[in-house]
């Protein structure tokens, strides 16, 4: 399936104005909500206005303030029928939903008011050695699928999620608008700002860069096991999670937990490789933003990160589901860390592939253009 790439204002006139209805149920804050504060700015431009309506939770409180700082209303509810009474009083053309929880979607279609857009972010498998496939499409087929077919039309993140969700789930309208980031946030820095940052931080060796929550799917063990065969490296991990705690009491002195930070962009661009061994993605937003800085990837070998990364020329590919993989993440790194005149041009190469299709304007661009369309009775 291609991607949807379009602009409405292409065509040479300005659009029709579309209201639309975000909601979810998420009780924190996850990749589809940064997703839904990235694009809902941007995206009227093109003729598209959003309303968010979201839990009345602690969870939710800053994330809800930091949407209003950026001028985008925001309805807090304790049950969905406060969002069917929001949807009496407004005229909202395409409802957009999103759901953390099992069987979510159908209590949107029981309470609210259609016609309905999902929004899936969903990892949709975990690619484990020896997991049978299938017993796992069977759990999400009961806990999700069958309830997101019942949205009108599905948008999903990558070519990848949209065929496999027609192929294994017998969804039909799903259509795929690739992810993008804000390249002036992520952008490289020349190599002065570039040594200045690197001794802020203290990055001294080849540096090896993972920005990722602590959670089984991004694969922090297998970071760990590599930086124990790479003493000569230094490793540095962004981020908090549940496995936070016990990895730090088996880590080697060549491995830094920095926690929770807001500098992200900065060691992004002071790192020389990011290093995401992730075991499940759609289309990750951490992999966009390390190439959007000029920092190649090292990455597992799965659809979703074929889609960004091409072996030799963003970074490097590695089979993680392999028996061999920690052995094939050390000869990586140790090729990317002695050939580093290459391993900037794979920076550059990431850069470029960011900007040719997955900067923040043309994923607003896109998922506006669709919406347009989508929107057409």
Do not use: C
């Amino acid at each position: 399936m291609e991607a949807f790439i379009s602009d409405p204002q292409a065509t040479g006139h300005e659009p029709q104005p579309l209201e639309i209805l975000f909601v979810t149920d998420a009780p924190a804050i996850g990749g589809s909500e940064v997703y839904m504060r990235e694009l809902i700015v941007p995206m009227r431009q093109h003729g598209v206005s959003s309303v968010v309506a979201m839990p009345d939770v602690p969870g939710t409180a800053e994330f809800r303030r930091q949407l209003q700082e950026r001028g985008i209303t925001v309805h807090a509810y304790k049950h969905l029928g406060e969002v069917a009474e929001l949807q009496q009083r407004s005229a909202f053309r395409l409802t957009l939903l999103s759901s953390w929880n099992p069987r979510g979607y159908r209590k949107y279609y029981a309470t609210l008011r259609g016609p309905f857009v999902a929004l899936i972010h969903d990892q949709l498998m975990l690619h484990i050695p020896g997991l049978p496939q299938g017993i796992y499409r069977a759990f999400y087929e009961v806990l999700a699928a069958q309830d997101i077919r019942g949205a009108d039309h599905i948008v999903t993140v990558s070519r990848w999620a949209a065929q496999y969700l027609e192929r294994w789930h017998g969804m039909k309208n799903v259509h795929a608008v690739p992810n993008g980031v804000d390249t002036q946030k992520f952008r490289p820095a020349n190599d002065a700002k570039r040594e200045e940052l690197r001794a802020k931080f203290g990055f001294t060796a080849f540096t090896v860069l993972t920005v990722a929550r602590f959670s089984i799917e991004k694969n922090h063990p297998t970071v760990i096991e590599v930086a124990r065969r790479t003493p000569e490296l230094q490793f540095v991990l962004a981020g908090t999670g549940y496995l936070a705690e016990p990895l730090k009491r088996i880590a080697t002195p060549n491995v830094r937990f920095l926690g929770k930070r807001n500098d992200v962009p900065e060691l992004y661009r002071a790192a020389d490789v990011a290093f995401q061994p992730t075991i499940a993605e759609n289309q990750s937003l951490a992999t966009l933003e390390a190439m959007s800085s000029g920092t190649p990837i090292l990455t597992n070998d799965i659809p979703a990160q074929r889609e960004l990364v091409a072996f030799g020329r963003e970074g490097l590919l590695v089979n993680g589901g392999a028996a061999g993989s920690v052995s094939g993440y050390v000869k990586a790194l140790r090729t990317l860390a002695a050939h580093p005149a290459r391993t900037r041009e794979m920076g550059r190469a990431a850069r470029e592939k960011v900007l040719s299709g997955h900067t923040l304007e043309q994923n607003a661009a896109a998922l506006a253009g669709l919406l347009h369309q989508l929107a057409v009775p």
